[in-house]
């Protein structure tokens, strides 16, 4: 018997529930590398959904490569993975390469060099212009994390043209502009995603999610890059989304 049951009560389709449920599983170590996974019917049957539902949940951990199918049985193929990318000050390319010991991609999704900032971005920033980009970063071709990222427009020209190339900016930033970080700080807590931003994560609208800003300084003491992160948790379950 399992210790998870699916809500009836939440907006998230049955089967996305369920990949969410056994990801978390499997990246806390319930479910380790090698494991056989529940037989189809058997999960179904317990769980009081049909079928073609868990083979759906089971087909999307195989896109994600969490497990795959041998001799007709599910097994998990993949270790656990690290709850969060700050657990160690390094960029998200080389805490998503490191994860998942594959070569990072990115895809620029908005880009502009004289973008409007207001409440503590701008504060943070000291200025209401900023040169602002949107990068969704993948490993393994599934979406890892969505990334906003803010730098005071007038201090570092030409910055867009080399954020439009979707590749790491973090070496060429700093040997360009000379910046030299001194430290960073973070804010971090629990949201439901909107719309736009499950989309690019490819998962249904309300998921968990961590919402993180960074702030990086230099060695002047002043903030010279703000990013704000939305990265799904591995061992964060969706939130209930339901109508009273």
């Not at 998870?4 to 380790?32: E, H, N, T």
């Not at 393994?140 to 590749?167: H, Q, T, W």
Request: charged fraction near 25%; hydrophobic fraction near 35%.
């Amino acid at each position: 018997m399992n210790d998870f049951i699916i809500d009836r009560r939440s907006k998230i389709p049955y089967d996305k529930q369920l990949q969410l449920i056994l990801r978390s599983k499997i990246a806390v170590g319930v479910l380790r590398k090698g494991a056989f996974m529940q037989p189809i019917d058997e999960l179904a049957l317990e769980l009081g959904i049909e079928a073609p539902l868990v083979l759906k949940a089971y087909k999307l951990l195989e896109k994600e490569r969490r497990i795959n199918k041998v001799n007709d049985q599910w097994v998990v193929s993949t270790g656990n993975i690290p709850k969060t990318v700050f657990d160690e000050l390094i960029t998200i390319y080389e805490s998503i390469k490191r994860n998942t010991k594959s070569f990072p991609s990115i895809k620029t999704l908005e880009l502009d060099p004289k973008h409007k900032v207001k409440g503590n971005i701008a504060k943070w920033l000291d200025t209401p212009s900023a040169v602002y980009t949107k990068r969704i970063y993948y490993g393994d071709d599934v979406p890892y994390m969505l990334v906003n990222i803010y730098f005071p427009a007038s201090r570092f020209p030409g910055l867009d043209a080399e954020l439009a190339k979707d590749e790491p900016y973090y070496q060429w930033f700093h040997e360009h502009y000379q910046v030299n970080l001194s430290h960073s700080e973070r804010q971090m807590n629990g949201i439901n995603l909107k719309k736009s931003d499950a989309y690019y994560l490819g998962v249904p609208e309300g998921t968990a999610c961590y919402h993180t800003f960074v702030q990086n300084y230099d060695d002047q003491g002043h903030i010279y890059e703000v990013s704000e992160v939305f990265s799904i948790s591995e061992i964060m379950h969706f939130t209930i989304e339901q109508d009273e």
